[in-house]
């Protein structure tokens, strides 16, 4: 017997909760999503990095909504998303040079979290897609480069307090 919202909307916290498809879970990862970003902004020592953060928010709940309703990201998103990012990657340059371990004081391991969650809801766009639900292009694209933006923003905020990351060589795909 499937589960069933209750008829108390008190008792129902998102309409499509009940959904088998995964559509619903991508959703409430970009839900998801967008906490982590807000729990940056408080922890954000940076006042640049904060002011992008404030200005990404509002993307990862636009994602969230962008397949079930109306496109809610355009090609402008992606554009302004990739100037930052080449602009803190110019910054980092020299340390952009390999995997690290995900390590720091806050918020780098809050940013850690939110990179994952991304990929978790790009895991969940390909999923989406495979059950035949159209997935817009653009939605991938802006969700794999805030990936790479919250990684290069720890970079960054390591490299302005004078920490230096851990290299991380990996046992699995390195020379044999």
């Not at 390999?98 to 766009?125: D, E, N, Y």
């Not at 292009?137 to 490299?159: E, G, H, Y």
Request: glycine residues 6%; proline residues 6%; negative net charge.
């Amino acid at each position: 017997m499937a589960l069933k919202p209750s008829r108390n909307w008190d008792e129902v916290c998102y309409p499509f909760i009940h959904e088998t498809s995964v559509l619903c879970d991508f959703e409430v990862i970009t839900d998801e999503l967008c906490g982590h970003i807000g729990e940056i902004i408080d922890l954000m020592p940076f006042d640049d990095l904060r002011a992008d953060l404030e200005q990404l928010q509002p993307l990862a709940f636009h994602v969230n909504g962008s397949i079930r309703g109306r496109l809610a990201v355009e090609e402008a998103d992606v554009v302004w998303l990739q100037g930052r990012l080449s602009h803190y990657q110019m910054e980092v340059s020299t340390r952009l040079q390999g995997f690290v371990l995900p390590r720091g004081s806050a918020p780098v391991p809050q940013l850690h979290h939110a990179r994952s969650c991304a990929k978790k809801a790009i895991r969940a766009m390909v999923r989406v897609d495979q059950e035949g639900i159209d997935v817009p292009p653009i939605l991938p694209r802006l969700c794999n480069m805030m990936v790479n933006v919250f990684f290069v923003m720890t970079l960054v905020i390591n490299q302005r307090r004078g920490i230096s990351e851990v290299q991380f060589v990996s046992k699995s795909y390195g020379k044999r």
